[in-house]
């Protein structure tokens, strides 16, 4: 057996330009359904990576901040203990999994996420009969009342495994995962490479020599939750003087 | 009925079944299917990626799909097409959705009841194509037919053009909200046929002008593969510094480190300020000044000195510095990074009456730094290394359609071929486009996938493949900076019961049976094979990424690959230089047209990254994708600076009547925007589609169609940046779909902050 | 204790009020436990037997007398996720000759479906419960390349013997038990910590 990952995220906030192309891939992905119209206005879509927009200041210096935001795959995850039926827990690659076949719908856990990036199946899905031909074969289409969320596209993952690994005999680590397609959909997606992926117990991959960029920081990091996620400062040179470091 | 113990059974088993017949399961659930054919992927028994080319948008980006099962996936970039590196878009992936979408028509119709109303009854293909090619061969004066297409590179280009001429037909290529004042400035400015790129990634300073790069403008995944390195590329020294200049606030400005607003149509003005400060300050070199002004120095452009002209610009104070010196500062800012700096305007700069104006004065400060051509600068695209394939057709400007469709009206047409665009909902309607094709002396056929506006007033609707079942090649514009040839390659079969064909062997068949296939391109059976024989020319230039002395190797190698290319091959062009006097003395002010009393705004129409154009608003995908800096979806909002809107008491999601420049109006939903100058609003474009396709029909309005036909004066292009339209409340309200919100925001902390700035 | 202004006949309608209500809660509970029970896709005790297929395809005929391999027909097993049926066109390879002319009944179907380009739809016969990920390729390679089996009876492990079935029918419960069961006596991924893992097969 290899040695144990831990998969992480690097995500450097001075390249994103908030295009929303990992959205959609994660959508087309991970066969979440439609977000209709109305889900908007009842306030349930779902997109498991999501841009936030943040304004600051007043016209005419404002500036509009972005920040994608996914499920942080935490090692202290609060969603995790509220479960009554086990169904989130934390797996021995340091993701933050959800089993569908347990989760009873509670939803205890995404009134405990403090990134909100928990979503709830009010409906089962709907797609037009034709669409269904493009569905991910290797993801689950969830059915009412059940939680979801960001999985790290473990489906890749896995089949990564099965085949660099099992098949082939080789090593799943960055360069393996990139030239396989194998590297999560938001990742392969992202046109400025604003997100970086990979096992950051591995001191050589992408991912760690990203983390180890000073302007390294956690998301709601005071609340203890030592999430998966790291992001990287926005910079900007017009920057309040109290914000600098 | 007694109940016996039997007849309980009998109901209970009766009643469970009856339920789960009903509700419980699908039944495909249950039924492992046989296809009849066997696709190739199927041999390998895991999933495929087959490179191929987007054609949602003019970028083309190289594409890698997913196949399972005879089955696309997912679309993903190609890492190695040299343009998109891997990078894709929305509309990238919603392209998927166009070829399993549920309302994609399935073979070919004739329209039975009057025009728009609807009704089609299917005819076969045989039928269809006699039919075409009957009325084709009707026409004495074949100048009677036009033939209306996206604008077209490649091989397309070459194929539809011979056989155009060929024929003797007209051909128009048709683009909302086309660009022509920027082609046109390409050439008189720096001397190109071809688009240019920009090297953002070894660039220090970029100085652009309207032109939301990182948007929707040209190839924005192109562009956002540079602005990644720019930013935080590994080995770069400094972090690179982009001021976006903008009447509104784009997804550039967003993102720029200092975004400039100022009054819609003035950015030439402004580049003019720029240049007098770089040269009175001598922050050029002085040989070079003296070969851009002609050895007049500064006095040309005296004029436009900052503290002059500042005033008129409508540059606000930045930070606390006044408007002239953040001129000053843009042009020492601008001059400092030398040739690694790149001056760029389009979108909003060029939609103006003096758009043509606007565009050469901002590209001409390239010149002023030597930019040029230069790394980090303005880098020149090569054209294609086979003449076939260098044929481009550009859009023909909105000056030209309006004389087009009067000659239309005028009786002087009399067959309209149209393939893969949607003129009656997206030309402006002052041009009336769709009253004018609604006559009975002209006959209608339109190659078109979806029901749209355009095909509703078609005779003849002939179902076109989607860009994954065809063949295809392109020439990206911009190309990287060298030569690229993108191949595009069928993916999927279509899906059992669809009939498509393609427009290019539609094209084959009809020059076959009407007799124009004299020479190539017109006498090869089909793209296939015309493709294959352009592919033998790229083999023949023995050089490149994908080499090969035998063909069926070459062949698989270039499919593979999705395309050739050879980066040693660059421009070699040396542009002159322009005379910045001589375009300063073409200087005018933009002028705006429209209403003038009550709450009057500057409407600035944009695209989204998401629907763009509108091309794909039936696209549940591109729908549903929330805009990056409103968060709306499905529909249309106006977005208005907060001060203006609490100053009139509007409140987000109060519905406004829009009234345009043409007595036209609309009613659409306020979107308070804190960063909105008070003098815009700005509205997306893309929806307002009225044709009965499921995701887009009747959401939202088109802000093109309040326009009137504002023109730029050298080029006619739209001018669409340059009406002033009246908001009137109208006292209703409602909700407006967005998803800021659906997830509470986090608690605002001083010390934690979301989104954490530092300053270096 | 109760009150004496309170009749017998006073207390009729709660107490019927309350069988009411208490039948409706059985009702209730019924449907629900019923639902829950119909609506599992696949059976909770013992397996279903075998389907009734669109073509009567008799295995036996073709794995048994024609000793045709598995692999044949079912071509991905060895390589991908799901084995796959072979396409109609697959069938007229040896159908168009065998049997082609004054072809049987059954062989008649496979011939009309593919001249008129309709695809098969075969029921399933062996279906695995919800939100599990499966698939081949690792299991036909362990039995037959770590385990030495012939392919035959590799998949014979899991699909009994289907040389003999005339009609195919499920012959082990494929259940998480029997996954996990399996793997223990086979001693795979039993060293690994994430053969706990749900998302090994779960996600």
């Known amino acids: 057996m290899a040695e144990t990952k831990k998969w992480a995220m690097v995500i450097d906030l001075d390249r994103c330009t908030g295009c929303q192309a990992c959205v959609v891939a994660c959508q087309a992905e991970n066969n979440i359904p439609i977000n209709e119209e109305k889900d908007f206005l009842s306030r349930r879509a779902k997109q498991w990576i999501r841009i936030d927009r943040v304004w600051e200041g007043t016209w005419p210096n404002v500036k509009a901040r972005f920040i994608p935001v996914l499920c942080q795959h935490c090692e202290n995850a609060p969603c995790e203990p509220v479960c009554p039926v086990y169904a989130t827990y934390h797996n021995s690659q340091g993701l933050n999994v959800q089993v569908y076949n347990r989760c009873v719908g509670t939803r205890y856990c995404a009134n405990n996420c403090p990134y909100q990036v928990r979503f709830f199946n009010f409906h089962d899905p709907e797609w037009p009969d034709t669409f269904w031909n493009q569905l991910n074969p290797d993801v689950t289409v969830r059915s009412r009342g059940i939680m979801e969320k960001c999985t790290f596209c473990i489906q890749r993952i896995r089949r990564a495994e099965r085949t660099i690994e099992g098949r082939d005999g080789g090593k799943v680590n960055d360069q393996s995962l990139k030239a396989g397609n194998y590297m999560p959909a938001c990742v392969n997606a992202c046109p400025t490479n604003t997100l970086t992926f990979g096992d950051i117990n591995d001191p050589n991959s992408d991912v760690s020599r990203r983390a180890r960029d000073p302007r390294h920081y956690k998301l709601l990091d005071h609340i203890g939750t030592s999430p998966s996620v790291i992001y990287l400062k926005k910079v900007d040179p017009n920057a309040p003087e109290e914000e600098a470091h | 009925m007694k109940i016996s113990r039997r007849n309980f059974l009998r109901l209970a088993s009766f009643s469970t079944l009856g339920a789960v017949a009903c509700n419980f399961f699908d039944e495909r659930e249950f039924i492992s299917q046989s296809p009849v054919q066997l696709p190739e992927d199927l041999v390998t028994g895991r999933d495929n990626w087959y490179a191929t080319l987007c054609r949602q948008c003019s970028e083309a980006e190289g594409l890698v799909v997913r196949i399972m099962e005879g089955r696309a996936k997912k679309v993903q970039g190609n890492p190695q097409y040299p343009t998109n590196l891997g990078g894709h878009s929305i509309r990238c992936e919603a392209g998927l959705q166009n070829l399993y979408h549920p309302d994609r028509i399935s073979g070919p119709l004739l329209r039975q009841g009057a025009r728009g109303t609807g009704l089609y009854s299917p005819i076969s293909w045989d039928q269809a194509l006699d039919l075409l090619r009957g009325h084709l061969q009707a026409q004495t004066d074949r100048s009677r037919v036009l033939t209306v297409t996206g604008p077209l590179r490649g091989s397309m280009a070459h194929l539809t053009s011979a056989f155009t001429d060929a024929y003797g037909a007209r051909h128009m290529a048709f683009q909302p909200m086309e660009d022509a004042a920027y082609d046109q400035v390409m050439q008189d400015v720096l001397g190109q046929q071809t688009s240019p790129t920009f090297d953002f990634k070894n660039a220090n300073y970029v100085l652009s002008f309207g032109a939301d790069f990182l948007g929707t403008w040209k190839a924005p995944v192109q562009f956002s593969k540079g602005y990644g390195e720019f930013r935080q590329g590994l080995g770069r020294r400094n972090r690179g510094t982009l001021v976006q200049v903008d009447s509104w606030f784009s997804l550039t400005a967003a993102n720029a480190d200092t975004w400039v607003p100022i009054n819609p149509g003035m950015e030439g003005m402004l580049a003019l300020s720029i240049a007098q400060v770089i040269i009175s300050e001598g922050l050029a070199p002085q040989d070079r000044i003296n070969q851009l002004t002609g050895g007049q120095g500064s006095s040309a452009l005296d004029a436009y000195a900052p503290n002059i002209i500042a005033q008129q610009l409508g540059v606000p104070p930045l930070h606390g510095t006044e408007p002239h010196e953040v001129i000053r500062e843009m042009a020492r800012g601008f001059a400092r990074s030398g040739s690694r700096s790149i001056a760029i305007g389009g979108s909003g700069a060029s939609a103006h009456t003096n758009g043509a104006f606007n565009l050469a004065a901002i590209f001409a400060l390239n010149f002023l730094v030597g930019s040029v051509g230069a790394e980090g600068g303005v880098v020149l695209n090569p054209p294609a290394p086979v003449p076939e394939l260098a044929k481009t057709i550009s859009a023909a400007s909105t000056g030209e359609w309006h004389r087009t469709v009067a000659d239309i009206s005028n009786g002087r047409t009399g067959v309209v071929m149209l393939r893969g665009v949607n003129p009656v909902n997206d030309l402006p309607g002052d041009i009336g486009l769709q009253q004018t094709l609604n006559r009975d002396d002209i006959f209608v056929a339109t190659f078109s996938s979806f029901m749209d506006e355009t095909a509703e007033m078609a005779d003849l609707i002939l179902p076109e493949r989607t860009p994954m079942e065809d063949w295809g090649d392109d020439v990206p514009s911009p190309g990287p900076g060298f030569e690229v040839i993108g191949m595009q390659q069928p993916v999927v079969n279509p899906l059992p019961g669809m009939n498509p064909m393609g427009f290019a062997d539609i094209l084959l068949q009809l020059s076959r049976e009407i007799g124009l296939d004299g020479a190539t391109p017109l006498n090869m059976p089909t793209y296939h094979h015309l493709l294959q024989d352009q592919a033998r020319k790229i083999q023949a230039l023995e050089r490149g990424s994908v080499q090969n002395a035998n063909f069926n190797s070459f062949w698989n190698s270039l499919l593979q690959q999705g395309g050739w290319w050879d980066r040693d091959a660059t421009a070699d062009s040396d542009p002159s230089m322009p005379n910045l006097a001589e375009i300063a003395s073409r200087a005018s002010q933009p002028i705006i047209t429209g209403r003038t009393d009550g709450n009057t705004f500057n409407l600035i129409p944009f695209q989204t990254v998401s629907l763009a154009d509108g091309s794909g608003a039936n696209l549940p995908w591109l729908q549903s994708s929330s805009d990056p800096l409103t968060t709306v979806a499905w529909t249309t909002w106006v977005e208005i600076s907060t001060l203006v809107a609490d100053a009139i008491g509007l409140k987000e999601g109060d519905f406004v009547r829009v009234e345009g420049a043409n007595g036209r109006s609309f009613v659409a939903q306020i979107y308070h925007h804190p960063a909105v100058p008070p003098n815009v609003i700005g509205i997306p474009v893309g929806q307002g589609h009225t044709a009965s396709l499921r995701y887009s029909k009747g959401r939202g309005e088109n802000p093109l169609h309040l326009l009137g036909l504002p023109l730029e004066e050298q080029t006619q292009s739209l001018a669409w940046a340059g009406t002033r339209v009246r908001i009137v409340p109208t006292g209703e309200s409602s909700p407006i779909p967005k998803f800021e919100g659906i997830v509470p925001a986090f608690v605002p902390n001083q010390e934690e902050a979301i989104v954490k700035v530092t300053r270096g | ?203």
């Not at chain 3, 009411?20 to 119909?38: D, E, G, K, N, Q």
Request: net charge negative.
């Open chain 3, 1 to 203: 204790m109760i009150p004496k202004f309170i009749t017998p006949k006073m207390l009729i309608i709660p107490i019927a009020l309350g069988g009411l209500l208490t039948t409706a809660v059985v009702i209730l509970v019924a449907i629900f436990l019923l639902r829950a029970w119909f609506s599992t896709p696949i059976q909770i005790f013992g397996f279903p037997g075998p389907p009734e297929q669109p073509i009567a395809f008799p295995h036996t005929a073709h794995v048994d007398i024609e000793g045709i391999n598995c692999a044949f027909c079912h071509r991905n097993v060895t390589k991908g996720d799901a084995a796959t049926i072979l396409p109609v066109e697959g069938c007229l390879l040896c159908h168009s000759t065998v049997q082609g002319e004054n072809a049987p009944p059954e062989v008649a179907k496979v011939i009309e479906h593919y001249n008129n380009n309709r695809p098969i739809d075969w029921k399933r016969v062996h279906r695995l419960p919800d939100h599990v990920q499966f698939s081949h390729e690792p299991h036909v390679r362990f039995l037959t390349e770590v385990q030495g089996l012939e392919l035959e009876a590799a998949c014979a492990t899991c699909h009994g013997d289907v040389r003999d079935m005339v009609e195919v029918e499920q012959v082990r419960s494929l259940k998480m038990g029997d996954c996990v069961d399996c793997h223990r006596d086979n001693e795979v991924l039993t060293d690994n910590p994430d053969i706990t893992d749900c998302t090994t097969c779960h996600y």
